[in-house]
């Protein structure tokens, strides 16, 4: 069994480079693995299905060639949260919860976006609270795609103007919140993205017990091309120097 996981490509129609080297890998590895699992931020922005442009169009093709052939996931991030059940049927895409745990060699694989572990971002956790309720998403849905970009904008500038505000372990994942997760799901590994710090990590339990973390390579502060490969019993981070 082979698996392949990406997460905060932050792709737009801004990213040319970056969107043409997305679809050179999903031809490289359609039919050659078990199933591809976008773990969110994939794109730099989603304001709705019923959006449609030029990029999306591209992107919504490259994607049903790809799942024609080849299983796809996709959880939603901070940056994604809106991709809906419409854009997922045209894509063939199957959307997962966050906290979702895929079976590889025997081993239980919690999957997430990561922004659920950084539990000392405070402010952060209530706006996703907020932002992410199921009332508040079906208002944004009916709001006009125009004032949805306005909107967008705004927040945008809000975040940048706010970045840098607060001390830096703020923003990080809580080795206690991937514990209790870990712990309730009875997971043997976590992968994640969402920091854009991507390696190998190890979390101890509250019984001593050691479990390997394993963070997504971005697209956005490091080079592109990054993933992580399950094949069999082994984890590797494809990471680009």
Known sequence: ?????????????????????????LKSWRGGIDGLYILGDFFDYWLGDDDDNEFISEMRHNLQQFSSVTKLYFRGGNHDFGVGKIFAAKCGMQLINDMHIIEIAKKRILLSHGDTFCTLDLSYQKMKR????????????????????????????????????????IYQVVDDSIAEHVTNFQADAVIHGHTHRPGY???????????????????????PGGYIVAEDSQIMIHQIS
């Open 1 to 25: 069994m082979k698996f392949i996981f990406i997460s905060d490509l932050h792709l737009s129609p801004q990213t040319p480079e970056k969107n043409q080297l997305f679809y050179h890998l």
């Open 130 to 169: 907020v932002l992410q309720h199921p009332i508040v998403m079906f208002i944004l849905r009916k709001i006009p795609l125009a004032l949805r970009y306005k909107l967008k904008e705004k927040l945008e500038k809000k975040s940048h103007a706010q970045t840098g505000s607060k001390p830096d372990y």
């Open 201 to 223: 990590y190890s979390v101890q339990l509250g019984d001593g017990k050691i479990i390997p973390r394993y963070e997504i390579p971005d697209w956005e502060d490091n080079p």
